[in-house]
C-alpha cells in the first residue's frame, strides 16, 4: 500500500470519526431540549386551533398577551447581541389581516460573519433560551418553592466517557434527573399546599402562556438553516483538530451534562404545564361547543 493510499485511507477514517463524534455531542446534549421543543411547538398549535375555533382570533390573545413579548424580546436581545441592527419592533401587536401577534424588524452587515452567521443562526432559536429565563425569573418572583436546587456539588455528575455514548442505557441519568426534578416540584407543591393558593394558578397560567410561545415559528426560521450548517462546519473542524490530541466527545459532553440536566429538567416541567393548560383549553372550547349547539 502507498504512502499516499495509507493517508487518505488515515484521513477518510479521521474524518468519519469526527463527523459521527461532532453528531454524538449535539445529539445527546440538544436531542432531549429538542424533543421537549416539538412537543411544546405541537400543543401550542393545538391549544391555538381550539382558541380559533371558539373564540375566533381573538382566542390567541388569552397566552399571547404575554407569551409573545417574551418571544419577540428574545429575539431583540439576541440581535442586539450578535450586532444587527433593530429597524422596528413590536414586542406584541396582533393583526387579524395576517394573524402576526409582533415581530422583530432587524438587519446586518452581509460582511460581518459575527452578525451574518452566528447571528443568523442563534436568533431564530433565541425564544427558546429567553422562554426558559422567563419561566425561572416566574418561579423566583412568584413560586420560589418551586425554584431548582442550585449546581450539583463536584464529582457529583462524572464525565461520561465516550464508549459509553452509544449505549442507550446513557440517558438513563438524565431520564431520572428530569424524573427527580418534577418528583421534586410535585413534593413542594403538597408540602407548601401550593394548591390552596390562588398565586400557585396564577404562576401555572404564566408559565403556560410563555411555554405555549417558547417554540421558534415557521418565520423565525428563514435565514437559519445555511448558517446553521456553517456553524456546524466550523464545530466539525474544531473538533477535528482537537481530536488530533485526544478524544474530546466524553469531556465535553460530561461539561456541559449538568447544565443540560438543568434545562432538561425545567423544560419538562414547561411541558407537564402546557399538557395540562391543553388539556384545560381543549375541555373549555369542547363545553363552549356544546352550549353553542
Keep these: 500500500m502507498s504512502a499516499d493510499s495509507s493517508f487518505l485511507q488515515d484521513l477518510g477514517r479521521r474524518l ?23 412537543v411544546l411547538h405541537a400543543l401550542a398549535w393545538w391549544q391555538s386551533r381550539r ?6 382570533w381573538r382566542g390567541l390573545l388569552l397566552t399571547g398577551w404575554l407569551g409573545v413579548p417574551v418571544h419577540e424580546l428574545s429575539h431583540a436581545v439576541a440581535a442586539l ?16 389581516s395576517t394573524g402576526q401577534l409582533g415581530y422583530v424588524d ?13 447571528g443568523n443562526a442563534v436568533i431564530p432559536m433565541a425564544p427558546f433560551f429567553g422562554g426558559a429565563v422567563a419561566i425561572v425569573l416566574l418561579t423566583l418572583l412568584i413560586q420560589p418553592q418551586l425554584a431548582p436546587p442550585g449546581r450539583p456539588a463536584d464529582g457529583a455528575i462524572a464525565p461520561t466517557p465516550a464508549s459509553a455514548l452509544g449505549d442507550p442505557a446513557y440517558y438513563g441519568p438524565l431520564l431520572e434527573q428530569t424524573w427527580s426534578s418534577l418528583s421534586r416540584a410535585a413534593e413542594a407543591i403538597r408540602a407548601h399546599a401550593l394548591w390552596r393558593k390562588w398565586s400557585f394558578y396564577a404562576y401555572l397560567y404564566a408559565v403556560f402562556c410563555v411555554a405555549m410561545h417558547l417554540a421558534p415559528s415557521r418565520t423565525d426560521f428563514k435565514n437559519f438553516w445555511t448558517p446553521a450548517l456553517v456553524v456546524f462546519l ?36 414547561a411541558t407537564v404545564v402546557s399538557l395540562a393548560g391543553s388539556a384545560c383549553v381543549t375541555l373549555l372550547t369542547l363545553l363552549l361547543g356544546k352550549r353553542a349547539d
Design 234 to 269: 466550523l464545530l466539525f473542524l474544531a473538533n477535528f483538530t482537537a481530536r488530533l490530541v485526544r478524544d474530546v466527545t466524553g469531556p465535553v459532553i460530561g461539561y456541559l451534562w449538568p447544565a443540560m440536566l438543568a434545562i432538561t429538567g425545567l423544560l419538562s416541567f
Design 81 to 96: 447581541l450578535f450586532g444587527h441592527e433593530i429597524r422596528e419592533i413590536r414586542l406584541f401587536k396582533p393583526d387579524p
Design 16 to 38: 468519519g470519526e469526527t463527523a459521527w463524534s461532532t453528531l454524538w455531542i449535539l445529539g445527546v446534549l440538544g436531542l432531549p431540549a429538542l424533543a421537549c421543543c416539538i
Design 51 to 56: 382558541l380559533v375555533e371558539a373564540f375566533g
Design 106 to 118: 432587524h438587519s446586518y452587515n452581509p460582511r460581518n460573519p459575527y452578525a451574518a452567521i452566528l
